[in-house]
C-alpha cells in the first residue's frame, strides 16, 4: 500500500482536473504526482515531450527507460513500459536481456549497445567515461545524445517517485496509455 494517499482525480480541481480528465487511464504515478500540484503539469508535459516528440527513436527510448527502471528497481515503470516497448518494436529477447542486465548481448546491435553502455553510465556514475562517450558518438547525434540523457533522468525520478512513496502498481496499460499521448492531428 502507497505510504501516502493517492489524489482522487475526481477532487482535483482546475488545470489538474483537466489534466486528469484528458487520460485514457489515471494511473497510480500520475495519482501520486498531484501531490506536487506545481509541478504535476510540467513533468507529465516533458514526460509527453520524451515519449512522442524526441529524436531518439521509441525503439531506443524505451530500451533506456526498460534499463533505467532495471537498473533504479523501477517496478512501476517496468511493468508500465514493457508493453509500450513490445509495441514501438523492442523485441521479447531485448527484454529478457534487459531484465538480466546483460546489455551486451547478441539481442542488441551495436548501436544499442553503445546506447545502453551510456545509459548505464550516466545512471550509476553520473559522468561518462570517455570511451563510452565516443562510441555513444559514432551512433547518435548531438541532439539524441542530450535527449537520451533526458529521458534517463526523467525516469529515474519517476522511479524514485514510485518507489520512495511504495506507490501501488497498475495493471500494465502499455499502448493505451502511450497512444492516448500522442499529439493529435489538426
Known sequence: MARLPLIDPETTTGDIRASFDRMPVKLNIFRMMA?????MIPAMRLGNSILHRQKLSA????????????LEGGAYEWRQHVPIALGVGVTQR????????????EA?????????????????????AEPVFADMRKHFSEQETVEAIVA???????????EATETDL???????????GK???S
Open 35 to 39: 501531490h506536487a500540484e506545481a509541478n
Open 59 to 70: 525503439v531506443n527510448r524505451e530500451l533506456l527507460i526498460l534499463q533505467v527502471a532495471q
Open 94 to 105: 531485448q527484454v529478457d536481456g534487459l531484465e538480466r542486465g546483460d546489455y551486451g548481448g
Open 108 to 128: 542488441f546491435n551495436a548501436a544499442e549497445r553503445a546506447l545502453l553502455a551510456f545509459g548505464r553510465e550516466v545512471t550509476r556514475n553520473v559522468r561518462v
Open 152 to 162: 534517463i533522468g526523467f525516469y529515474m525520478m519517476m522511479a524514485r517517485l514510485t
Open 170 to 180: 497498475d495493471p500494465a496499460a502499455g499502448m493505451r496509455v502511450y497512444d492516448g
Open 183 to 185: 499529439p493529435r492531428s
